[in-house]
């Protein structure tokens, strides 16, 4: 796993684990930790369902969309913060800004991968393992590409421009904080937001007619293209917004996208890849278990990254095609 | 805007945009994250934004006006045009010409050399005209000028004058350089084992062959590939033949024998370097008139066997090259020997004689190559020579010869064998290494993997987990981890090949066993899991197994002691490569009898088809799980090799990331096809090697991925594809409309 990860899941299940002994205690906080993580998870794992849905394929680049909008909004923060003192209500300008920035960012990223490692393969008929290679490569070269015009530090912290660990209110034991308020509350809007966008809205039943069949919904009149490249433009937005909250909690650097990446594409097939709720749902009990189990006095913080892959093979090995089920034009 | 333009603007637009991407990839390392642009200021601009803006537009051009160039492209003489100006830049960019400036320098590269010239006085003054004054590209120049004229005019004496250009530039480059290491050896600067001008030679000599193609070959019926062929396939054999006998006369000639002390001896003056040291007498022989009698004597019958395609007389030629060879080694061997016992007394180390002796095992196992082609086009000639009965009756190896099919096949097998067994000596210490500890077991494991990916068709993302699980079986065996195995159950390194195979193939199938009934992407996550999971347990050290990082194994090097035999490993690569290589064969061997068998057609059935497979009665589950076993013990032999040579590892080094890597080998090489995952293999893992020399070591990366991206979107087959698959994707190239291949045509994954 890369550095950035340990680091982040570390600060996680430190806290969480310091009195093992307790873990009941400790519970209501985990739970919200788990949600914040969860929450993350989700906002990536949509990105991998919703591409899976329409092509059914891995789009292992997705992770450098992510990485791609938190460097984003990283820069544009940083901007702000020069010329002008943040503070009051300028720090929800500030952050709807950061949010803003990512989501295009994100989307930019995901709409130029999709032009140029999908759509020229596509064209082609190439094999399937084909389009994981070229999006291997894209994200080897996306990764290292922010490398050398950024740093190759491991972790870069975000510029503080609000106290994210002001503790609003208190629910049990659990501290709930300013930040993990946002990214809860925010991941939460969005998937709502994108639920009823693919269920109840022109460009919605578009992309679940193409994930169905693809050349039928041509013969009724849809742009598959267009459909496609708009489905990554969606996923990759979600991404950014994932990366901008990903980043101002844990940092950003040119690795970071790896390991939330492959725990999120794990949690889209947990929920049953292809599936929107499923990715959703499957994001949000990756995350618990992954804080919850690792909290365990037992267990401990060394194993927080093999748990997503236990419970991902356990859940798979009684239910194979995830706990929704498939297709995004089915179950959606 | 019409439609036109527009499709025009956005070409150019992405070609710009390309070649800006280019020059922050060529562009000096990153800024500060704060400093908002500065640092793209940087990386954009100090490369010269207007030479890549350049290169941009003219991508732009050569994408617009491909259709009308192309019918020229496919006349004769155009090809080996183009690729005799990229060897001549190749070599004059890229290579190294003379070791000596080393001394001098950090590199010894074409320009450095032009340098040094400019500033020597008592140079020839051809030699000064060929670096200094431009002259080898003037010859350049006039070759092409020349091949175009007589392309669109189809006047024949302009391709001849192509023709004089590259001999002349030849004999020049050649003249020039040698005056160059006369030069350098008047003042003891050392000895020259570089390439660029041999390279360069060749280059020109290329040229020449354009010139004769252009002239010779009548546009209308000819182009240049038909016209090699036809060449190429006049007397199989010839070409082998032919170039064995050119690099022969270089080896027996010009290259150096016996480098050290400043000697920089040819084959002719190593006789007398090593009178009165207790050479063999093969050897002595060997340098007196042996060799000289062998490689003309070998070039000669093979010649004659390949020109006049007679049998016999082949067999003969190849059995004469077969003891060329041997006596070359021998010679070589006798004389390493004696020169390493020599060293102290002349206060210096020898630690490579020169690469003469090398070459010229290569060119007798050249005319190895090229009799037996020969030997064997002529049997299979219509008229019955031998009863068809004969074959079917051979020995086992016999037959897997015989399944190399055609005569070209064994000619190519016997002279890659040949290249694998005395290339690697001249290498540098540092590519031996490279070449054992990467490009070798990498090789290996992608042919591993090609079973599961390639054959069977199951996507395999934890795959280094095999390779982990092999590595610490070996070095559980050799009780250097933390858990002791028992007294008599403690083993020498390579005598735990057997256990370590088999470990790897118990874990193939406790993990195939619960996951095989997954389909495609879900068994790409689990096996992604798993090999995350086995590495976490071995880093975090489950039950004081592994010993994690701090206690990592240190290994000791293999040794075979048996009565007779007596083979130490220790620190040099090169010992190991030998070993790798038997092991690289017996694989090859194996998968390649594997691949034609019931096994294979019945994996090749289940990738195209699993429900079909399964109604024509192919155990699916039990066949999926061969598969998984036996990659995952070609990674466990793998994994024994790799512990046993480097020694010392610990559980950070088998990634996620590698066994991403391994896939990308397989695919990029051409999935399914055993020379492609081998090429795929050899060729990504040289790239970091090369790019050593070539950019900052964090840059790496960003090429490879580069170069994966764009190998994927232009040849999506992979480098040496597999005939079926090539089919395939050549059939669905017929796409009438976009829509219909919108979503790539489903495959088991």
């Known amino acids: 796993m890369s550095a950035v990860s340990i680091v982040a899941a570390s600060d996680l299940t430190a806290l969480a684990s310091t009195h093992g002994v307790d873990w009941f205690h400790q519970l209501p ?109 894209a994200s080897l070269f996306l990764s290292n590409l922010a490398g050398k015009l950024f740093n190759h530090l491991s972790n870069n912290s975000f510029p503080t421009y609000f106290n994210t660990d002001k503790v609003l209110f208190r629910i049990g034991t659990a501290r709930i904080q300013l930040l993990v308020l946002i990214i809860i509350v925010t991941a939460f809007a969005m998937m709502i937001f994108l639920d009823r966008l693919v269920n109840h809205t022109k460009l ?58 492959v725990k999120a594409f794990a949690a889209a097939v947990l929920g049953g890849i292809g599936n929107i709720r499923g990715a959703m749902i499957g994001g949000l009990i990756l995350g618990q278990a992954e804080v919850l189990v690792s909290a365990l006095p037992f267990i401990g913080a060394a194993y927080n990254d093999v748990v997503a892959f236990v419970v991902l093979v356990l859940i798979l090995l009684v239910r194979p095609t995830g706990i929704l089920g498939e297709r995004l034009g089915r179950a959606a | 805007m019409n439609e036109v333009t527009k499709q025009h603007v956005k070409r150019l637009v992405l070609c710009l945009l390309g070649s800006v991407l280019l020059a922050i990839m060529i562009g000096p390392q990153e800024g500060t994250l704060t400093d908002f642009g500065i640092s793209f200021h940087d990386a954009v601009l100090k490369p010269r934004i207007g030479f890549f803006l350049a290169i941009g537009v003219l991508i732009y051009l050569a994408i617009t006006f491909w259709p009308r160039v ?98 002349v530039g030849a004999v020049v480059a050649w003249m020039a350089h040698q005056d160059v290491v006369d030069f350098g050896e008047k003042g003891q600067l050392g000895f020259d084992h570089s390439l660029g001008a041999y390279v360069d030679v060749v280059a020109f000599l290329v040229l020449a062959g354009a010139g004769i193609v252009a002239a010779r070959s009548r546009r209308e019926i000819a182009d240049t590939g038909g016209f090699a062929t036809s060449v190429i396939e006049w007397r199989p054999g010839l070409p082998f033949a032919v170039v064995g006998s050119l690099f022969g006369v270089f080896a027996f000639t010009r290259i150096t024998w016996v480098s050290p002390l400043s000697l920089n001896d040819n084959f002719g003056d190593t006789g007398s370097d090593f009178k009165g040291y207790p050479i063999s007498s093969l050897a002595s022989n060997y340098l007196d008139w042996l060799g000289w009698l062998l490689f003309v004597g070998t070039a000669v019958l093979a010649l ?116 694998a067994l005395f290339y690697p000596p001249m290498l540098t210490t540092r590519w031996q290494a490279a070449l054992v500890a990467s490009i070798g077991v990498y090789v ?82 689990v096996t992604l899991g798993f090999g995350e999971i086995i590495q976490l347990l071995a880093l975090n050290d489950v039950g004081g197994l592994t010993g994690g990082t701090t206690r990592a194994p240190h290994i000791a090097h293999p040794r075979i002691d048996l009565p007779g035999i007596d083979i130490t490993w220790g620190q040099d690569s090169l010992p190991y490569w030998y070993l790798l290589l038997v092991m690289l064969v017996v694989v090859i061997v194996l998968f390649w009898r594997l691949e034609a068998s019931r096994l294979g057609r019945a994996w090749a059935a289940i990738r195209e088809d699993e429900v079909a497979a399964q109604a024509s009665g192919v155990n699916t589950f039990r066949v999926k799980l061969l598969a998984f076993a036996i990659g ?118």
């Open chain 2, 444 to 525: 290996l494991l992608a042919l591993g993997l090609n079973v599961v990916i390639g054959w069977a068709g199951l996507l395999d993302l934890g795959y280094i987990a095999f390779f982990e699980v092999g590595a610490y079986t070996t070095a559980y065996f050799v009780g250097a981890l933390p858990k002791k195995p028992p007294d008599w159950l403690t083993l020498k390194p390579l005598e735990t090949i057997p256990l370590s195979i088999l470990a790897c193939l118990l874990a193939g199938v406790v993990l195939g066993a619960p996951t095989l009934r997954l389909r495609g992407d879900y068994l790409a996550i």
């Open chain 1, 29 to 137: 906080q985990n739970i919200v930790i788990g949600l914040q993580q969860g929450a993350l998870y989700s906002l990536v794992a949509l990105g991998y369902t919703l591409v899976y849905g329409v092509l059914q394929l891995i789009n292992f680049a997705h992770s450098e969309v992510f990485m791609s909008g938190a460097f984003g909004s990283y820069l544009i923060i940083n901007l702000i913060l020069t010329h002008m003192h943040v503070s009051g209500a300028m720090v929800w300008v500030t952050i709807a800004v950061g949010m803003l920035t990512g989501a295009i960012v994100g989307a930019t990223v995901a709409w130029a991968l999709e032009k140029i490692a999908y759509r020229t393969l596509r064209r082609r008929g190439a094999p399937k393992l084909a389009f994981l290679i070229s999006a291997i490569g």
């Open chain 2, 70 to 167: 192309r019918p020229y492209i496919r006349r004769p003489g155009v090809v080996p045009l183009a690729s005799g100006v990229v060897l001549v830049f190749v070599s004059q960019a890229v290579m190294n010409w003379y070791d000596p400036l080393l001394v001098l320098r950090t590199s010894a590269k074409f320009s450095t050399l032009r340098d040094v010239v400019d500033k020597t006085s008592g140079l020839d003054s051809t030699t000064t005209w060929f670096f200094v004054q431009y002259g080898s590209w003037t010859l350049v120049a006039i070759a092409v000028l020349a091949t175009a004229a007589c392309l669109v005019t189809g006047i024949r004496p302009l391709g001849y004058l192509t023709t004089a250009a590259g001999l």
């Open chain 1, 204 to 261: 919605g039943r578009g992309i679940r007619a193409v994930a169905e069949d693809a050349p039928t919904a041509a013969l009724m009149g849809i742009d598959i293209d267009k459909t496609i490249s708009r489905t990554f433009v969606i996923g990759g937005a979600l991404a950014g917004v994932a990366g901008f909250m990903f980043g101002t909690a844990f940092g950003v650097s040119y690795t970071m996208g790896f390991s939330p990446g």
């Open chain 2, 632 to 749: 995952a013990s070609t990674s466990g032999l793998a994994g024994t090799f790799y512990a046993s040579q480097i020694g010392y590892f610990d559980p950070t080094l088998f990634t996620l990331q590698l066994s991403i890597l391994i896939v990308a080998y397989v695919v990029f090489g051409g999935m399914g096809s055993l020379m492609g995952a081998m090429a795929g293999a050899a060729v990504l893992t040289w790239l970091p090697e090369f790019l050593k020399d070539q950019v900052p070591q964090p840059d790496r990366p960003l090429w490879i991925g580069a170069l994966v991206l764009l190998m994927m979107i232009f040849r999506p087959e992979g480098l040496i594809p597999e005939r079926r698959r090539k089919a395939e994707l050549s059939g669905l190239s017929g796409i009438s409309s976009a829509e219909v291949g919108a979503v790539p045509a489903s495959e088991g994954l």
């Open chain 2, 304 to 419: 004659a066997a390949t020109l006049l395609a007679h049998r016999l007389l082949a067999w003969a030629a190849a059995v004469v090259s077969l003891a060329g060879v041997v006596c070359t080694f021998f010679s070589i061997k006798s004389m390493t020997e004696v020169a390493a016992k020599a060293a102290p007394q002349l206060g210096v180390t020898w630690q490579n004689l020169g690469i003469g002796g090398y070459v010229a095992c290569i060119v007798f196992t050249l005319f190895a190559a090229g009799s037996v082609q020969a030997a064997v086009a002529a049997k299979s000639q219509p008229v019955p020579t031998t009863e068809p009965a004969a074959t079917s009756k051979a020995l086992p190896f016999t037959k897997f010869v015989n399944q190399a099919r055609t005569a070209r096949g064994r000619a190519m097998v016997i002279a890659v064998l040949g290249l």
